[in-house]
C-alpha cells in the first residue's frame, strides 16, 4: 500500500471503509422495499378472489419476478407449471402440492424444478397464507391433463400492478418503483 497514514493501512479501518471508487455509470439503484408487508392494503394486487400479491422486484429484462402472495381462503389455487425454477419461502399460514406428500408450513423454504407441474392448496384452517415466490420466467396454468388455459409472466404481472395502481389512488406509475 502507498498511503502514508497508518490509520488508513490498520486492517480493522480498512475492513470498515466504504468502497472508495465509483460504481459502473450505467447501474441501475437498489432496490429496497421497506415494509414488505404493507399496512395499506391498497399495495396488494388483487389476482383471483381473496388471492393477492405484493411485488417487490419486477425484472423485466431478466424475466423474473419476486412477490409475497396472500390467501385468505382455503381450497385449489391453480394448476401450473414453470420452465424455470422457483423458491418460495412461507411466512405465515401453509399450503401444499396435489402433486406430492409435503406441506409448506410457516417458516418453510420450496425449491420447484423447472418443469414440474403443480397444483396449488391451501388447507381448511388456514385463515391467511403468505408465501414469498420467486418464479423465473412464466407460469403456465394448465388442465389435469396439461392443456395451456393461460400463463403469467414479469409484463403482465407489471400491467395487472399498473391497473389496480391506477384504480386504487396510487398512479399507474406506483408499480415503477419495483421494476428493474
Not at 395451456?148 to 409484463?155: C, Q, R, T
Request: hydrophobic share 35%; proline share 8%; net charge negative.
Amino acid at each position: 500500500m502507498t498511503n502514508s497514514d497508518p490509520a488508513e493501512t490498520d486492517p480493522e479501518t480498512l475492513r470498515r471503509m466504504p468502497y472508495q471508487k465509483p460504481q459502473p455509470a450505467e447501474i441501475l439503484p437498489d432496490l429496497v422495499v421497506n415494509n414488505a408487508i404493507p399496512d395499506d392494503e391498497r399495495i396488494w394486487v388483487p389476482q383471483s378472489d381473496q388471492v393477492w400479491f405484493r411485488p417487490l422486484c419486477l425484472n423485466r429484462s431478466a424475466g423474473y419476478w419476486m412477490n409475497l402472495l396472500r390467501v385468505r381462503r382455503a381450497g385449489v389455487l391453480s394448476r401450473h407449471r414453470h420452465p424455470g425454477p422457483v423458491h418460495a419461502f412461507v411466512l405465515k399460514g401453509s399450503w401444499r402440492y396435489l402433486e406430492h406428500d409435503w406441506v409448506a408450513t410457516e417458516g418453510s423454504y420450496a425449491f420447484e424444478p423447472p418443469g414440474e407441474t403443480h397444483t396449488l392448496v391451501v388447507d381448511e384452517g388456514v385463515e391467511e397464507m403468505i408465501t414469498y415466490f420467486q418464479v423465473n420466467g412464466c407460469m403456465y396454468y394448465v388442465d389435469p391433463w396439461g392443456n395451456n388455459s393461460g400463463y403469467e409472466d414479469v409484463f403482465t404481472k407489471i400491467d395487472m400492478c399498473r391497473k389496480h395502481y391506477e384504480a386504487v389512488g396510487l398512479g399507474a406509475d406506483y408499480v415503477d418503483r419495483f421494476i428493474r
